[in-house]
């Protein structure tokens, strides 16, 4: 169907219909990626997404403190917000909390895509258009 690579940026409503998740639901998601604790220092107990704080802290070793702080601040906070966007303006001038914040929404939204409508194997066959039709056979609105 598409001979070049092709990007589709949708809307918050367009998104909800292909299973990706809105407002407050990213937020929840982001907020769990935020459970980054120790024990003893090094001993992971947290339940938030490690490999994610390894990747934003590997080229910023001498920072770990401050993006275990902004993580928590996320955590903790992000329940109060409308959206990650609405905190991370609300933090703006806390340069941890948006950039790991911005990490996170690109992992979040990397990981919610692969099982959403939108997402499709390129090994194993083509885009498929088809399955945003509604189960009556009318299009989809919002796409």
Excluded: C
């Excluded at 959206?83 to 948006?98: G, K, M, P, T, W």
């Excluded at 914040?101 to 990397?110: E, N």
């Excluded at 066959?125 to 088809?130: L, R």
């Amino acid at each position: 169907m598409f001979k070049r690579p092709t990007l589709f940026i949708l809307g918050a409503g367009a998104s909800a219909e292909v299973g990706l998740p809105l407002g407050k639901e990213l937020a929840a998601a982001i907020g769990e990626k935020m459970d980054i604790r120790f024990e003893h220092g090094f001993n992971r107990i947290g339940h938030g997404d490690f490999e994610l704080f390894d990747r934003i802290t590997a080229p910023r070793r001498n920072e770990l403190q401050a993006y275990q702080t902004a993580a928590w601040r996320i955590r903790d906070g992000i329940a109060f917000s409308q959206s990650i966007d609405d905190f991370l303006d609300q933090h703006r001038n806390n340069a941890y909390v948006n950039r790991y914040g911005k990490a996170a929404i690109v992992r979040a939204v990397l990981e919610a895509e692969r099982s959403s409508k939108l997402y499709f194997d390129v090994y194993k066959g083509a885009f498929d258009p088809t399955q945003f039709a509604d189960p009556n056979g009318r299009r989809a609105t919002n796409i």
